[in-house]
């Protein structure tokens, strides 16, 4: 054979890369290697897509959400309480987290407190929620109260 005009002229190496690169046998996705690291990967997006979920939750409101929590807090113990819980109430809604609906419950404001006992009901009948020794002697307390929707809502928490 012949150096003649119809051979292919040879490829360098890096042509070849090159070529191998813009085929569609290779793919920029990384995947997990082994069952282990495959598990790791399946719990981490399922962390991470609860944690989305609850930025749109009722209770959680991002941003917003938690600063309002937080004046919630901060109010304990003062008579800026309903205010901050009224701010609360309006932007996000009643509480569904035992600590923030205690804090409610002791605001002092019947429509404030009955709310936050329906919204926890609402929730601990979704899902259990754990309620503490403290939460437990409050809610007691509640169930004495002349208000029979309060009274009421009290004792079902306390029976669930």
């Known amino acids: 054979m012949s150096g003649g ?13 090159r070529m191998r690169d813009g085929s569609g046998h290779r793919s920029d996705e990384r995947k997990p290697r082994g069952k282990a690291a495959e598990a790791r990967s399946r719990q ?12 749109f939750a009722q209770d959680g409101g991002g941003a917003e959400s938690e ?23 309006d ?17 002092g404001e019947r429509e404030l407190v009955a ?20 939460f ?3 809610l007691r307390l509640l169930a004495e109260d002349p208000d029979d929707e309060i009274a009421g809502a009290a004792e079902d928490l306390l029976g669930a």
């Open 5 to 17: 005009d119809d051979e292919r002229p040879r490829r360098s190496w890096r042509e070849i890369d």
């Open 44 to 55: 981490a997006a399922q962390t991470y897509l609860k944690q989305i979920d609850g930025l």
């Open 67 to 89: 600063r309002l929590a937080r004046a919630v807090r901060e109010a304990h113990g003062t008579a800026q309480l309903a205010e901050a819980c009224v701010a609360y109430r």
């Open 91 to 107: 932007a996000v809604g009643f509480p569904r987290d035992p600590e923030l609906v205690s804090m409610f419950l002791d605001c």
């Open 115 to 134: 709310g936050a006992l329906t919204a926890l009901a609402e929730a601990h009948a979704q899902e259990p929620v754990a309620l503490g020794a403290g």
């Open 136 to 138: 437990r002697s409050q």
